[in-house]
């Protein structure tokens, strides 16, 4: 055979296993979690798991409930906080502002991405946790910390803004102009434009985009660690602390030798951590797909 | 030529990233008639048929000089209200651009964004305009569906019926037809004759066949100066420049 060919081959195959491989990483580690949590399932129901509130493992009591709450409460806030926001900026930066602004703004925030989580957590204590204990929480509720599920969610919004926005504008900048001066020929206003058509025409990537985002947050551990609080009884509003999956991972590992199921129960933790991951970006493929099918152009 | 023209243009130049696109144009188009602006790539065409609805506004480093009067008012005096004259311009793109909602609604657009609410005077609207532009027969069993699903030709009639929604009084077309296959282009070039009866017809287009096939007045407009300007046999057959000449008969494109 020629060799150039051979090497043409070699390097399609080649390509073809690392792929695979890279895949299958997804499935091995569930299928390891799975393994090393399965201990737990010999002695409690899933549905004790899930639904249990008591969390004890010298008692060997695992109830993760607060847990997925936490991780909920904290996701969730940080989405609504973020995703306004940052659909204003993108629509800014995209449709508004003039190239040198944009040229200005776009690397600052790639350099807020890059700032290292540990950051973003000293920078909640200092800065977010104060602000929430003395000014925020005191017109909801009589006395809160400070170490939230609220200030947990705004640390993540900050952490998840830089790449929200990045790619929400840059979704709005494929959008055709002529798409555009078709409604503004029409005799709309720029504003009524973005609104009715360009907003509707980026809504596939802007979902995808939060769907990133998201995936994200709900991963998210040293910053949301360190200022939402880590008590482990579900939230009953945002200004009570919270524990989310990843902290009691991070916070537990390494102590829990002398414990039985303890380490299973961690291993659970990872295994719904992956799960909910998993599930979440099924459900928002085929909401994606369903709003490409309906507007592809 | 008519007496009273709806579209004056006066010392009109354009600048675009320091480049002198457009040079002192003076221009008065004719009303309820077609007229095309033909010219080499390049030559300012475009960007001349964007001044009329101020198209250019948004497009970053543009200065415009000069007036351009339609029914008497400078478009460009600074009082000018931007949305209230592109109402009265129905724009027509090089390839049809459906916006991304149903078909119903692509011709409802124009009319809900000027304040009609009311269902069943849009309805009439959009049945008058799918009917005008021949599409209702077509699509009157699926108005509710995607607009992007209809064929690129029944897009583009889509889009002229977007335009006429709005009741304009001009139909501005920037190679409305070059993205299109011979029988829809036929279909959309019987529509502009059709519409000059109600509508001042403004075309760009760089076939000459089409320009002579359904324009009365031309305007040749070469590296962004009008060379000539008169009715469509005139400059065509017997163009008075040298240019013009050279360009009909195809020695410069």
Known sequence: ?297 | MTQHPLIRVRDLNVHIDGQHILKNINISIPDKSVTSIIGPSGCGKTTLLKTFNRLLDDTANVTVSGSVLVDDEDIYAPHAEVTHIRKKMGLLSQRPYPLPMSIYDNVAYGPRIHGIRDKSTLDSIVEKQLKDTGLWDEVKERLHGPANKLSIGQQQRLCLARGLAVQPEIILGDESTSALDPVSTHTIEDLFVRLKEQYTIVLVTHILRQARRISDYIIFVYMGEIVEFGPTEEVLLHPKEELTRQYVKGFIS
């Not at chain 1, 900026?89 to 290292?116: C, D, F, Q």
């Open chain 1, 1 to 297: 055979m020629n060799f150039r060919i051979f090497k043409d081959k070699l390097i399609a195959n080649a390509m073809l296993i690392l792929s695979i491989s890279s895949v299958s990483f997804v499935f091995l580690i569930g299928i390891g979690l799975y393994l090393r949590a399965a201990p737990l399932f010999e002695e409690h129901t899933l549905f004790s798991l899930f639904s249990g509130s008591n969390w004890a493992p010298s008692k060997n009591q695992f109830g993760f409930y607060p847990f997925i709450m936490g991780t909920l409460s904290v996701t969730l806030i940080a989405i609504v906080v973020a995703l306004p926001l940052c659909l204003l900026t993108a629509i800014y930066l995209a449709e508004y502002a003039k190239s040198g602004v944009r040229k200005v703004m776009l690397p600052l925030m790639n350099i807020l991405a890059g700032i290292p989580p540990v950051i973003y957590g000293v920078w909640g204590i200092f800065f977010v946790v104060p602000i929430v204990r003395e000014y925020v929480a005191p017109q909801f509720t009589e006395y809160s910390s400070g170490y939230t599920v609220f200030t947990g969610g705004v640390v993540l919004a900050v952490m998840i803004f830089p790449i929200l926005v990045s790619i929400v504008s840059e979704v709005l900048s494929t959008i055709p102009k002529e798409l555009k001066d078709a409604s503004l020929s029409l005799g709309a206003t720029k504003w009524e434009t973005i609104k009715k058509v360009v907003l509707k025409r980026a809504l596939p990537g802007i979902v995808a985009a939060t769907v990133l985002a998201v995936s994200r947050a709900f991963g998210e551990t040293i910053a949301v660690l360190m200022v939402c609080g880590n008590v482990p009884v579900a939230p009953s509003s945002v200004f009570d602390g919270g524990y989310p999956l990843p902290a009691l991972i991070a916070n537990n590992f390494g102590e829990m030798m002398s414990i039985p199921l303890y380490d299973s129960a961690l291993m659970f933790a990872a295994l719904l951590l992956f799960v909910i991951i998993f599930l979440f970006n099924l459900i928002s493929r085929i909401i994606l797909n369903r709003i490409e099918h309906k507007y592809s152009a």
